[in-house]
T-cell receptor
Framework: DTEVTQTPKHLVMGMTNKKSLKCEQH?????MYWYKQKAKKPPELMFV???????INESVPSRFSPECPNSSLLNLHLHALQPEDSALYLC????????????FGPGTRLLVL | GIQVEQSPPDLILQEGANSTLRCNFS?????LQWFHQNPWGQLINLFY???GTKQNGRLSATTVATERYSLLYISSSQTTDSGVYFC??????????FGGGTRVLVKP
């Protein structure tokens, strides 16, 4: 099974709201990732968790707060977002290591009003 | 950081045609993946291919690591092949950098 699941599929939020995106995998992977993809652009890495510890933060604004409660789950907490944060948010997972295939979830389409 | 360039940016094919997509990268890589992104946004793994040649049905890929490029071949294209094809590489650690993508439209 190479499935990564993400909820919700779609999310509309106001600039004062707090919401969370969720990602889950049951492949025993120990690395998990958040990517952001704007329309007609490639995905861009936001965060990497390795063995449940944050290992890479690509200078993402603090209004995005990642959390890895256990090896199967990854959350992205959203607070005080801006309309320009509207995008497709993709979660991925892989075995830990430099030469491992990353598997992506279906994404959450976020619209900030 | 590593630079990844894909060509062509857009490709229109008649159903049944063959095509080649190219990915150039600026540094040695330890990870190279090809993905197909469908119209709903799902990124589907096609190949993990940091070097060598692989085939999967009508798709095949070749990476020449010493010359820093990879090719994706689509044979006998079908309308379901439409979408965006991304090449993504990692030079260190597990940080994938994506190319700009090739947008493919296969017409019936």
């Amino acid at each position: 099974d190479t499935e990564v699941t993400q909820t919700p599929k779609h999310l509309v939020m106001g600039m004062t709201n707090k919401k969370s995106l969720k990602c889950e995998q049951h492949m025993g992977h120990r690395a998990m990732y958040w990517y952001k993809q704007k329309a007609k652009k490639p995905p861009e890495l936001m965060f990497v968790y390795s063995y449940e510890k944050l290992s890479i933060n690509e200078s993402v604004p603090s209004r995005f707060s990642p959390e890895c409660p256990n090896s199967s789950l990854l959350n992205l907490h959203l607070h005080a977002l801006q309309p320009e944060d509207s995008a497709l948010y993709l979660c991925a997972s892989s075995q830990e290591g430099r030469k491992e295939t990353q598997y992506f979830g279906p994404g959450t389409r976020l619209l900030v009003l | 950081g590593i630079q990844v360039e894909q060509s062509p940016p857009d490709l229109i094919l008649q159903e049944g045609a063959n095509s080649t997509l190219r990915c150039n990268f600026s540094d040695s890589v330890n990870n190279l993946q090809w993905f197909h992104q469908n119209p709903w946004g799902q990124l589907i793994n096609l190949f993990y291919i940091p070097s060598g040649t692989k085939q999967n049905g009508r798709l095949s890929a070749t990476t020449v690591a010493t010359e820093r490029y990879s090719l994706l071949y689509i044979s006998s294209s079908q309308t379901t092949d439409s979408g965006v094809y991304f090449c993504a590489v990692s030079a260190a650690g597990n940080k994938l950098t994506f190319g700009g993508g090739t947008r493919v439209l296969v017409k019936p």
